[in-house]
């Protein structure tokens, strides 16, 4: 999750200790959050945890990615939970491949790539690029696009994994978990005064992901 905003994201302004106050808040419930989603041994019922505390945050919460204007009515919207979109990855090493990702406002965000996510879904064998987020603090980044992008949801992809601000659903041994229900919209899909990177395009996915967060107001 963002703040669900990026922290290089288009701030006010004006950026107050105050602002500064309520995004550690923010910060601080996100990554408490997703510690319960990972102790959970019911990956459902975190995901149902997940929605109603996220829900909660875009409504009332000062770092909401959602304008002031529309929170008070704001409504998540979500494909019904799939287990079978829950996967474990196998994550394949490589020489660190710097570069960038497109980003929401024009422009780009410097990223290296870093490895791949391979994992079978459905039958059929695929692999992600695992992106590492070069500012300040790091992190990784699962940005993942698929044939539901620009209609059903967000254009510019979904995060699955977003560690530098919190969303990391765990790991199995070495191998990553890759739960696609879990896929939410980066800030700028709900203002775009939010600077926000996009999935590469090695990240789309030939199938219809059916399952995570639908474009706002849908």
């Known amino acids: ?4 905003a990026h922290p290089q ?7 107050t200790v105050f602002d500064a106050i309520d995004l550690l808040d923010w ?9 319960e989603v990972r102790a ?12 109603d505390v996220r829900e909660s945050l875009y409504r009332t919460h000062p770092q909401s990615p959602v304008p002031p204007a529309r929170r008070d ?37 410097a990223f290296t790539r870093i490895g791949r996510a391979r994992f079978t879904l459905l039958g059929d064998a695929y692999e992600l690029d695992l992106s590492w ?22 254009g510019g992809g979904r995060y699955v ?11 199995d041994g070495s191998r990553l978990i890759v739960d696609f229900n879990f896929a939410y919209n980066p800030s700028c ?13 090695a990240n789309r996915l030939p199938v219809r992901l059916e399952v995570g967060e639908r474009a706002p107001g849908l």
Not at 27 to 35: G, N, S
Not at 137 to 154: F, H, K, N, P, R
């Open 27 to 35: 910060k601080r419930r996100i990554f408490a959050l997703y510690e």
């Open 73 to 109: 009515r704001y409504d998540d919207a979500f494909y019904p939970y799939d287990p079978a979109y829950r996967v474990v990855a196998d994550v394949a090493d490589g020489a660190p491949k710097p570069g960038t990702l497109p980003a929401s406002t024009g422009g780009t965000f």
């Open 1 to 4: 999750m963002t703040s669900l």
């Open 40 to 51: 959970s041994p019911d990956p459902e019922a975190a995901w149902n945890l997940w929605r």
């Open 133 to 154: 987020n070069e500012g300040y603090g790091g992190g990784v980044l699962l940005a993942v696009a698929d044939e539901t992008s620009g209609s059903e949801t967000y």
């Open 9 to 15: 994201a288009a701030r006010p302004k004006v950026f």
């Open 189 to 201: 899909a709900f203002d775009s005064r939010w600077a926000c990177p996009l999935a590469p395009p």
């Open 161 to 171: 994994l977003d560690t530098v601000k919190g969303a990391d659903l765990g790991n």
